[in-house]
Antibody, heavy 120, light 106 residues
Framework: QVQLVESGGDLVKPGGSLRLSCAASGFTFSDYYISWIRQAPGKGLEWVSY????????YYADSVKGRFTISRDNAKNSVHLQVNSLRVEDTAVYYC?????????????WGQGALVTVSS | EIVMTQSPATLSVSPGERATLSCRASQSVGSELAWYQQKPGQAPRLLIY???TRATGIPARFSGSGSGTEFTLTINSLQSEDFAVYYC????????FGQGTKLEIK
């Protein structure tokens, strides 16, 4: 069965950095786009970034552009999100999600989420 | 950015009845619209994509309709497990989500 497992969430101070990881299994990882979506406590969903199946196409939400970097390793079935210059407003659960075999589709599988807390 | 607006914010319905949730896009998204269900402490679950196609394993009591800028999620014969928060999402131009509709027991 399809599984996405996030790791790397933590408590960090403003201005700090983290590397979130997503380990995928149960499907041909290299065929699918992967997105990160976040949810601040008690709030709605916000798309953060996506990476294409080959890694050649990458996009970011304006709110994280220049601070976050997405990457993938198809040999290891994993995606990473390097989050730098963290702000209090980046506090959220970060979900790794599977997109489609092409860009701009719905997200059919979600991980359980990784909590990032930014606080002094 | 395409803004998605859901209404109402909270909907109170009795078990066994029908719930109708609305989602409006600030510009046309064609049929590139999905609906998700989220229960407390859980990740969202895909219910509907392509505005009207049920995702794998989703019961037939869930149905989606609409195109362009106006969309509806209908849940017939509400079951206890259906009370949750529902989000719409467009994927016509990048991705944006609505703010959610909380479906609560009346």
């Amino acid at each position: 069965q399809v599984q996405l497992v996030e790791s790397g969430g933590d408590l960090v101070k403003p201005g700090g950095s983290l590397r979130l990881s997503c380990a995928a299994s149960g499907f041909t990882f290299s065929d699918y786009y992967i997105s990160w979506i976040r949810q601040a406590p008690g709030k709605g969903l916000e798309w953060v970034s996506y990476i294409s199946s080959s890694g050649s196409s990458i996009y970011y939400a304006d709110s994280v552009k220049g601070r976050f970097t997405i990457s993938r390793d198809n040999a290891k079935n994993s995606v990473h999100l390097q989050v730098n210059s963290l702000r209090v407003e980046d506090t959220a659960v970060y979900y790794c999600t599977r997109g489609g075999r092409r860009s701009l589709t719905s997200f059919d599988y979600w991980g359980q989420g990784a909590l990032v807390t930014v606080s002094s | 950015e395409i803004v998605m607006t859901q209404s109402p914010a909270t909907l109170s319905v009795s078990p066994g009845e029908r719930a109708t949730l609305s989602c409006r896009a600030s510009q046309s998204v064609g049929s590139e619209l999905a609906w998700y269900q989220q229960k407390p402490g859980q990740a969202p679950r895909l219910l509907i994509y392509g505005a009207s196609t049920r995702a794998t394993g989703i019961p037939a009591r869930f149905s989606g309709s609409g195109s362009g800028t106006e969309f509806t999620l209908t849940i017939n014969s509400l079951q206890s497990e259906d009370f949750a928060v529902y989000y719409c999402q467009q994927y016509n131009y990048y991705y944006t989500f609505g703010q959610g509709t909380k479906l609560e027991i009346k």
